[in-house]
């Protein structure tokens, strides 16, 4: 049976069918892996002795019970939990089992692969370029057909801007949406855990999965979690919002396919109206200071007494965050820094708040440019901060955003498209993107991103 | 102490106690940790694994609430945790969850009766003589704990994350004797409010106080009485500080406190500022020695816990937590009510366990059925008195100790016939004492009393031989009728 390019629920029903069997699948995925990783370097741990279950990729920041789990960092090379995330054990119970865990900037520090300390990943669209980041090996690893669908964490846009540059669906839910229990903690009043798929479908059906009030985590949300495969195909108008400040020094190619994305809005009867928005640069300098300080703070369990490696072994953009950190909590800095970034996060989520009085939905550009090339990291101070500055907004008001592919450019890379929604409307969010779907299948750029991988 | 005249005591004190809780403040592992093999009551939370996270223990957080009742305390509706963060072997996460800005509880007082300096009651009136201003009482989680084995250093988490109470005073106190006062009677509210042993030898407290002494000039000499409580009375603090750890007795707290003032007072008096510093104390050599300079609170790093909402506390719910009689109250209730002395009723309230056997005994129905039957309005002094001076044991099963009591309070049957002949023989062999009676001595019938009791061998109620014996000896004409 060709199963190259099926989307997770299409696998999932050949399954229930007995058309194929768990460990065929699982095989086909391997074999898939083996061809593919060497080039890509999308997983930093394979499963190859696993066939049973649904394989999908786990970013490597996710617990698994008795399987390595290092966040790309040298300092947890060692490390194996001896219990399992939340999100990766509901998974399990849906009868899910991580094939792999897929590589990501170290600690998820970044917006590239280009951290990770087990050497960055391939952009599939171009080996010479990043993948985004820092969920950039499960991203690829979906833009590749190394795994039908992946589980991500995204702190300022890290399951979002990957996602647009190797071209697949990411969506960064609302925070607390998605239990963090498990998640090696970055940001931790930033981090969600969201999905990673080739279609809205998957997308829906696999946030359904995950979402939830977890009685170990006491930041989830006890919100009712709908039934999202059947929201998103309910009939539906929105009345969409376009912010000018997002518009704002981004590449024409992409302002270009992201305006032909909103005709095709416009098409479908929703209507599109501008908005204001606070300019997405004071969400970076929020983020920037508030995130540092939640990192600096999270990685001084990793001392040197325990989990075998030493300080030492900390990367360069790990140390760099936790002196920034270190500095903006220090004693007559906390009150100029931290405090007054809680202040202006405050602002920006009544400014959202009151934007979504008048708009179901936000859409515009993911990122600012399309994948670069390696190295090309070293160029820009800031560079994630810089890459992420349409992410962050909705990251630091805590809103829900999705990702999803609207063409390409002309050097033939993915063009990321954002829906933003109001807490917890993952639902309308979804439902805009399936779509979108159904009228454009994404102009084609899942499965021409498929297709370059051949069995 | 003339010295003591040039320089100020200032002490504060820090108190730690771990909560009596089923499971820990942040996971569900129990918070019972003692005898159990090391590292064996740990899970990932409490060991700090990555991606592990907290969530509160709600019953620690309302014992927390209660102990800021008890001590009159304001509780903030809104309060919430934060992480301080220092690097310690014993600390998994290289952060402890405290509390900084918002506490659960501030501004309370604790107030010491001057009676319980030296359990003699000087006034009996329940008047407060002193207070002492609680700053703040706020929760967090104890650490793991360091073994010292030959040259190694060994980890044993199964503390980590045992809830921990810290109660902060404002540095009122100006004497070592007024500290181990307000302790004792600090640890007996906690005891009686059930949320803690408050055991010190085992650890379940925990005191660290803060000394320094102020130079007084010679305006503040005169104004050196000020009342505790009293902050307009407060004089300046000293610009150091010494906190002194790792003491494991009120006794030794004293001592620390006293050596740790002379210590201060040599250098003071020539001219040198004693170090701000962590001083630990050994009670073999009874002195403190120095460990390590004293972070400054800025160096902690606080800030929100991200990782646990803020708590809002309507006002319902703090009323519903309700304080229980606390031993003052209690102490009063004996006397107004019960007619004990206040140095027996302090002796009952003391001990929770005490108190607690002796209100069972005095409420049982057939102690009350008695009571009333044989119009014994005391009974409970008589109750009291012989728990105090182990008449009976308190070890003895409920039941058993009633049986015997109200053997002991059977009111003595009394041979009248036999009573009245032998009081008219003692009144005739006993001239000198009748006599002295009879110029005014009364003890005099005392002895009388004694002859009468022993030759009945205890069968007669003292009450009714006094009488008796009064009206004899005052009643010569029918003497020789009988």
Redesign the interface.
Known sequence: MNLHGKSLLELRQLLTDKKISEKELNLYFLKRIKKYNPKLNAFITVLENNHSGIPYGAKDIFCTKGIRTTAAAKVLDNFIPPYESTVTRKLQEAGMAALGKTNMDAWAHGASTETSDYGVTKNPWDNGRYPGGSSGGSAAAISAYLVSAAIGTDTGGSIRHPSAWCGVIGLKPTYGRVSRYGVIAMGSSWDCPGPMTLTVEDNAYLLKQIAGQDKYDATSSGSAVPDYSNEIKKNKKFKIGIAESYFDGIDDQIKNQVYKAIKVLKKLGHSVKPIKLLPPKYSISVYTILQRAEVSSNLSRYDGVRYGNDRSFFGQEAKRRIMLGTYTLSYGYYDAYYKNAQKVRTIIIENFKSVFKDVDLIVGPNTPVTALKIGEFDKYPFYGELMDQLNEPASTAGIPDLSIPVGLDSHNLPIGFKIMGNYFDEANILNLAYQFEKETDFFGVIKKGIERYKD | MNKLTKFKPVIGLEIHVELKTKSKMFCQCEADYFGKEPNTNT???CL?????????NRKAVERTILIGKALDCKINKISKFD?K?Y?Y?DL????QISQYDEPIAVKGKLSIFNNQYSNQSQNSNSEFDKNFRITRVHLEEDTGKLLHVGSDTL?DFNRSGVPLVEIVTEPDFDNSDDVKVFLEELQTIIRYLGVSDADMEKGTMRIEPNVSLIKLNLLQLKNVKRVPGNPKGSVKLPKYKVEVKNINSFRFVKDAIDYELERQIALLEKGITPKQETRGYDPDKKITFGQRSKE????Y???PE????PMTFSEKFIAEIKVPELPQERLDRYINKFGLREQDAFVITRSLQTTNYFETIITDKVVQEFKAKKKISNLEDHVAKIIINKKLSTDLQVRAFIKKTLEMLQPKETDEKLLNALIDRLIEASSKAVEDYKKGKENAIMYLVGQVMREMKGKADAKIIISKLKAQISNPQLKSKN
């Not at chain 2, 998994?92 to 952060?95: E, S, V």
């Not at chain 2, 400054?296 to 160096?299: M, V």
């Open positions: 899970c990932p939370v700090g694994l990555p991606g592990a996270l907290p969530v509160p992480r963060h690097f072997p998994p996460k290289g952060y980890v400054e609170a800025h160096d790093r606080y800030f991200p990782d646990i909402p």
